[in-house]
């Protein structure tokens, strides 16, 4: 192949580091642009270009039925379960599904890497993302990174490695953007893992976030907003902080989370083939979501080393929701022991499982949609996608 017959996007450029990124302030850094890739940002950025019943069919071969309740809250799926790992793998975030499909696809020679993201050698929290090809470096890139991570920057390196079989783990913004570009890489297959994904930050702002929240924030190894209505910071001893979510300083750290997670309305990740997290599950369970025939198959590589079991629903969601709205909207903030006291009475009587998972959507979608009406008012129309908009037409919202 000639030079003249290279494609248009090989001409292209990426971005120089610390330039403006083409959604401006929206931008979810997921690292598209640092690669000649960036030819495609237009269309395939998440904040750009809004396109999900366009990829669901291409990646699932349906669009969610907007007459299914369960498809409008967790999109395209074959199927549900909560499940947990019968030997968890030690030192992961919950009990390590994620990193078990990973190393079975790459020792079974389905996949020849893995788009992860491990640390910087400097900071447990700077993500560094990489295409692991031993089981080492995918055990490496264990625990969530609760920053914005340019997972997307290894595009180029995989196309010059000449990989043909490739698994990519990442969030919303990042794999709507891959499967806008995915016929372009030149793969024979792609298999995708998904994490649900909301309220990432900068490190500035995870380091304010530890500082405002944590006793301990120097200690502090991962963290996750959990059903119980508590914040779980796991420590380097081992321990446990539990902060009740209504205790945060709300005020301190409204505006500490990123622009584009305040403007998204994928936090279910619905392009991936499988979906992996916690949020519709009991406490200590996971969530999985099998989207697709791929996903199916990639669960059924690890099936006899987990548990399952079916999901449940439990509670009402609403009126919580609907007293959150005007509550985050003030920067309202409880006295500790209100927090606490109002936290044992919510897990009591409270959401539970899918309807858990609902509350956290139902909150997080009409902050969100709040948060583009007022920022972004020109973009409000088109960037919020149907479902969402069933969503948040469910509650009163403040001017």
């Known amino acids: 192949m000639t030079s003249v017959d290279f494609p248009k996007h090989k001409k292209a450029k990426a971005l120089k580091p610390g330039s ?150 990442g969030v919303g913004c990042q794999i709507q953007a891959l499967r806008a570009v995915e016929k372009q890489l030149g793969l024979e297959k792609l298999y995708v ?32 907003f959990m059903q119980d209505f508590r914040v779980h910071f796991k420590h380097e001893d081992g321990s446990t902080e539990l902060v009740p979510f209504f205790g945060l300083n709300t005020k301190e750290l409204k505006d500490v989370f990123a622009p584009s997670c305040m403007s998204c309305f994928d936090y279910v990740n619905s392009l991936a083939d499988l979906v992996v997290g916690y949020m519709g599950a009991p406490f200590g369970w996971q969530w999985i979501l099998v989207r697709n025939d791929t996903g199916k198959e990639m669960l059924d590589l690890v099936k006899d080393q987990i548990d399952t079991q079916p999901v449940m629903s439990q509670g009402d969601r609403k009126a919580a929701v609907q007293q959150s709205i005007p509550a985050y909207d003030k920067g309202v903030t409880l006295p500790m022991w209100a927090a606490k006291l109002m936290g044992v009475v919510i897990e009591k009587i409270g959401p539970k499982g899918l309807e858990y998972a609902r509350f956290s959507i139902d909150s997080h979608f009409t902050r969100n949609y709040l948060y583009v009406k007022r920022q972004h008012p020109e973009k409000l129309e088109a960037h919020v996608p149907e479902f969402a908009k069933r969503i948040v037409g469910q509650y009163k919202l403040p001017e």
């Open 20 to 169: 403006r990124r083409p959604a401006k302030e929206l931008c979810s850094e997921c690292g598209l642009c640092d690669t000649y890739y960036v030819h495609y940002v237009k269309e395939a950025c998440a904040f750009i270009n809004q396109q999900f019943e366009t990829l669901e069919l291409q990646s699932h071969g349906a669009t969610r039925n907007l007459d299914n309740p369960d498809e409008v809250y967790f999109g395209v799926h074959q199927e549900m379960m909560a499940a947990r790992k019968q030997q968890p793998i030690e030192g992961a975030q919950w009990t390590g599904i994620v990193s078990s499909i990973a190393i079975e696809m790459l020792n079974r020679g389905m996949v020849e890497g893995v788009v992860c993201v491990q640390n910087t050698k400097e900071d447990r929290f700077g993500p560094m993302p990489v295409i692991a090809r031993t089981p080492e470096e995918v055990l490496a890139a264990r625990v969530n990174k609760p920053t914005l991570s340019p997972n997307l920057s290894v595009l180029e390196q995989i196309e010059q490695s000449g990989m043909k079989r490739l698994l990519v783990i």
């Open 193 to 224: 893992l998904g994490t649900p994904c909301v309220d990432n930050v900068t490190r500035a702002g995870l380091q304010k976030f530890l500082d405002t929240t944590s006793k301990s924030p120097d200690t502090v190894v991962y963290y996750e």
